[in-house]
Every structure is written in structure tokens, then in C-alpha cells.
């Protein structure tokens, strides 16, 4: 699993006077990316290359640029595919529903995350510069872009697609059970008790 991402900072260093009268460009600073699957547990910080302005950025726009790929390791996801594995073998209502699969691991083994970091659900940046001469910024736009692939169940209700395609990842292991409503394809369905004689 992976996500490309770029970072464009506004506006690029600018020459500023020190104290003694000589002239001098601040560094650029750094871009550091890490990655969640539930917003409690964080992968480390991994630094962004710092990178050349592209298209109209190069005359309309200069400022600070700066690109990485954000990668999981496939030995952090091997576990978490065996899960999967083990989910979809479930009376459920939806094999793929991946909200509910992470719902039922933490169910079973609530320190789960704790040990391990197989998906990327969020991204959170931080970057590190010094601010001279009473410089500022003015913006800061980072653009993210990934691809998933892999083999897809249907759902046995059509209804359980709906919100999904326009809603992102929303899994957060900050907030209480009853901040969220978990999905109706969490549980498999419950033995049918027999007929009372």
C-alpha cells in the first residue's frame, strides 16, 4: 500500500538583512509525513525530498516544493490480510467492508494497532523552518493521490454502498463507541434459535 503526496509551500524564502548588514536567504526547512490507520496509533516521521516547481508553479507561482511516496511495508500487512482472509469466510452482510473488519480485529484484540500499522487512513504533515527577517507563510497545500486494487465482494445489500463512494476513511479510535454507528455488516448473523416445543 502506498500514497503519493506533494507539498507546495507560499512563499519561498526571500533575501533579508542580518544585523550586521550583509544579505542572506533563510533555508527552505522540511516536510515530514507519517501515516495512521485510527488516528491513536502513528507510523514515524518520514522526511519529504525537496523537489523542483512544476507547470505554471515554475513562473505564476515559486514557492517550496517537496514529494514522497508513503509506503507499507508488506510484512506490516500480512497479519491484517490473513484477517481479512479469516472475515470473509463470516455470515456477514458485506465481506469487503473494511470499517467493519477493523471493528471485529479490535473487538477480539483491542491493542491491535498497537503493534502494528498495516494501512494508511489518514496523513499528517509537519513541517520544520526557521522564520527570519519577520517572514511568513501564506499557504501551505499538500496533494495526495493513491490506487487500491484487489479482489471486491458485493455486498448481499445494495444499501450498504450507499455514502460510501463520497465518504473517506472515518475510523477513529478516539472516540467512544457511542460517537460512532458502527457498520450493519460488523456482526455475523446470530445462530437461529431453535423452535420452543
Not at 83 to 106: C, H, M, N, T
Request: hydrophobic share 30%; aromatic share 14%; proline share 9%.
Amino acid at each position: 500500500m502506498a500514497v503519493s503526496v506533494r507539498v507546495s509551500i507560499h512563499p519561498k524564502p526571500s533575501e533579508f538583512f542580518l544585523n550586521n548588514g550583509q544579505k542572506s536567504i533563510p533555508y527552505g526547512g522540511n516536510v515530514y509525513v507519517r501515516y495512521s490507520p485510527d488516528l491513536k496509533h502513528w507510523s514515524t516521521w518520514q522526511v519529504l525530498q525537496a523537489s523542483e516547481p512544476q507547470g505554471y508553479e515554475k513562473d505564476q507561482n515559486p514557492g517550496r516544493h517537496f514529494i514522497s511516496s508513503v509506503r507499507v511495508p508488506n510484512s506490516e500487512r500480512d497479519r491484517y490480510g490473513k484477517l481479512l482472509s479469516e472475515y470473509a469466510k463470516l455470515d456477514v452482510q458485506w465481506k469487503s467492508d473494511e470499517d467493519a473488519v477493523v471493528r471485529w480485529i479490535l473487538e477480539k484484540e483491542p491493542d491491535f494497532f498497537a503493534t502494528q500499522l498495516p494501512f494508511i487512513g489518514y496523513i499528517q504533515f509537519q513541517y520544520e523552518a526557521g522564520f527570519y527577517g519577520g517572514q511568513r507563510i501564506t499557504s501551505f497545500k499538500a496533494n495526495v493521490s493513491y490506487g487500491m486494487s484487489g479482489i471486491h465482494s458485493l455486498p448481499k445489500d445494495n444499501d450498504a454502498y450507499k455514502g460510501r463512494c463520497s465518504r473517506s476513511w472515518s475510523f477513529n479510535a478516539n472516540q467512544t463507541p457511542e460517537d460512532t454507528e458502527p457498520s450493519p455488516a460488523l456482526y455475523p448473523k446470530p445462530a437461529a434459535r431453535p423452535p420452543e416445543k
